[in-house]
């Protein structure tokens, strides 16, 4: 067992195979040499890993993020904010974040707020004076906010993996991630006030009243599929699906920017993406009942309890154990691997099930932009074009931020339970 769970996936992954393949290879290894089961159960379990009306949210969150992210809606949220703003110090670093946590709430897929707010917002401070790896670094670092503010993909895989309310999760992310985007802001206004740039100018009323107005369909789609949810009209994954047709209607007949063409290829796009994740569900799922079905998860929590382990000495453990995987997976493999095994050990030592959840989230938003191998990184030198040693220069600062915000989060578990008790009641 321990040849086909552990040594055969290491080797794998140190080999570059791709994770859903790793996964494939270690169960069935596992089921034919060690279980002697028939395969037609490893086909039984992929389909019904995936068979989950929570993952239907997937796609439908992704596809509106494709929408919006198409036409003008950046430069909408981009100038709203920015008119907000202005009188600020450094209020161009202020609307990269608020801009971000904006967009967040609408997609929810980090790489895509880093792409389409970089574009927007990096020659815009490059030419008010911001230092490139400052500039890159903050438009990097910030885009993790958007698997931390819901609507998280992430957090729905969870709450699948965990058997967690996904409501109950969104409602935990939101004080967090607010909490994250003030640090940020914060740290923005004091390195320019230390270094003398971005400074402010007088507040225009008419420049904001113009800027609302055209970005009011923007702002719509969070306080759509936000509301609808603690409102009680639908459920998160019927909130993505309004979200999509909210999307289409405001882009095609409301801006006028996509075609019927666009829309066709926004589907496309992200019916490939939508396939990427869910085959990495589906064997995830797999590995996971292997492990149930061997009493893994029960022996660790038993382990816990012998030692008698202190929730403090778990959750540091923990953390450095998801900051050290956050550097090689992404989000999402890291939580359908971990969460079966993490989980009965958390309920076994009294950490709250929704609390955790979003530690893990915050832990693995920070493996998004953490050297060397954070996906926004790439994405960042990809559409930023500028060299990686820059890029991890600017870095460093903001990672600080974001490891001295989950530690906060961490060991003061209100942060996220009262955003749980303020819109559930409970």
């Given at each position: 067992?321990t040849?086909a ?8 992954l ?8 790793v ?11 060690v ?8 086909h039984?379990?992929?389909f019904?890993t ?7 949210a997937v796609p ?8 919006m992210?198409?036409g003008s809606?950046a430069q909408r949220?981009v100038?709203f904010?920015?008119s ?8 161009l670093?202020?609307?990269t ?8 709430a ?9 792409a389409?707010i ?5 020659p815009a401070?490059?030419k ?5 790896h ?9 885009g993790?906010?958007?698997?931390i503010?819901p609507?998280?993909?992430p957090m729905?895989v969870?709450?699948a993996a965990a ?5 109950r999760?969104?409602?935990a ?7 994250i985007?003030?640090m ?8 320019c006030?230390?270094?003398d740039?971005?400074r ?8 904001f009243?113009?800027?609302t107005?055209?970005?009011?369909w923007?702002?719509g789609?969070?306080f759509?599929?936000?509301g609808?949810?603690y ?6 994954t019927?909130?993505?699906a309004?979200?999509c ?7 095609r007949f409301?801006?006028h ?5 666009d ?6 796009a992200?019916a ?9 569900v589906?064997c995830a ?6 492990l ?8 660790l929590?038993?382990?816990?309890q ?8 778990f ?15 992404d989000?999402?493999s890291?939580?359908l691997?971990l969460?079966p ?7 076994a ?6 609390h ?15 050297p060397p ?6 994405v960042a030198?990809?559409?930023?074009g500028?060299?990686?040693k820059?890029l991890?220069?600017?870095?460093i600062p ?5 490891l001295?915000?989950?530690a906060i989060?961490t060991?003061?578990?209100d942060?996220?339970?009262?955003g749980v008790?303020?819109l559930?009641?409970?």
């Amino acid at each position: 067992m321990t040849l086909a769970l552990v040594v055969v996936p290491l080797v794998l992954l140190l080999l570059g195979f791709p994770i859903f393949l790793v996964l494939l290879t270690s169960v069935t290894a596992m089921l034919m040499f060690v279980m002697g089961i028939q395969p037609a159960v490893l086909h039984q379990n992929l389909f019904g890993t995936i068979n989950q009306f929570a993952l239907l949210a997937v796609p439908f969150f992704i596809y509106a993020g494709e929408l919006m992210g198409r036409g003008s809606v950046a430069q909408r949220l981009v100038d709203f904010v920015q008119s907000a703003a202005s009188p600020v110090r450094g209020s161009l670093g202020i609307t990269t974040v608020g801009t971000t946590t904006i967009f967040g709430a609408i997609s929810g897929v980090s790489a895509a707020a880093v792409a389409t707010i970089g574009k927007v917002m990096y020659p815009a401070m490059r030419k008010a004076g911001y230092p490139d790896h400052f500039a890159a670094g903050l438009i990097t670092a910030v885009g993790a906010i958007d698997i931390i503010i819901p609507p998280s993909i992430p957090m729905i895989v969870y709450g699948a993996a965990a058997e967690e309310s996904v409501p109950r999760l969104y409602a935990a992310g939101i004080i967090p991630g607010l909490l994250i985007a003030g640090m940020l802001a914060a740290y923005v206004i004091w390195y320019c006030r230390k270094h003398d740039i971005g400074r402010g100018s007088p507040f225009e009323w008419k420049r904001f009243l113009y800027a609302t107005q055209r970005g009011l369909w923007a702002l719509g789609a969070p306080f759509i599929i936000l509301g609808g949810i603690y409102g009680g009209v639908f459920s998160p994954t019927e909130a993505a699906a309004v979200a999509c047709i909210y999307a289409g209607l405001v882009t095609r007949f409301v801006f006028h920017e996509l075609t019927f063409k666009d829309i066709v290829e926004a589907a496309s796009a992200t019916a490939v993406f939508s396939a990427q994740i869910l085959i990495i569900v589906a064997c995830a799922g797999v590995f996971s009942w292997i492990l149930t079905s061997n009493q893994v998860p029960s022996m660790l929590a038993a382990w816990l309890q012998h030692y008698s382990v202190t929730p403090w000495m778990f959750l540091l453990a923990i953390n450095v154990l998801l900051l050290a995987v956050g550097c090689f997976l992404d989000p999402l493999s890291a939580i359908l691997l971990l969460t079966p095994l993490l989980v009965p050990m958390v309920k076994a030592i009294g950490i709250d099930t929704v609390h955790f959840g979003i530690v893990v989230t915050v832990n693995l938003a920070i493996g998004l932009f953490h050297p060397p191998f954070g996906i926004n990184i790439f994405v960042a030198q990809s559409v930023l074009g500028i060299p990686l040693k820059v890029l991890y220069r600017g870095i460093i600062p903001f990672l600080f931020v974001y490891l001295v915000a989950l530690a906060i989060i961490t060991y003061i578990p209100d942060v996220s339970l009262i955003g749980v008790k303020l819109l559930m009641g409970k």
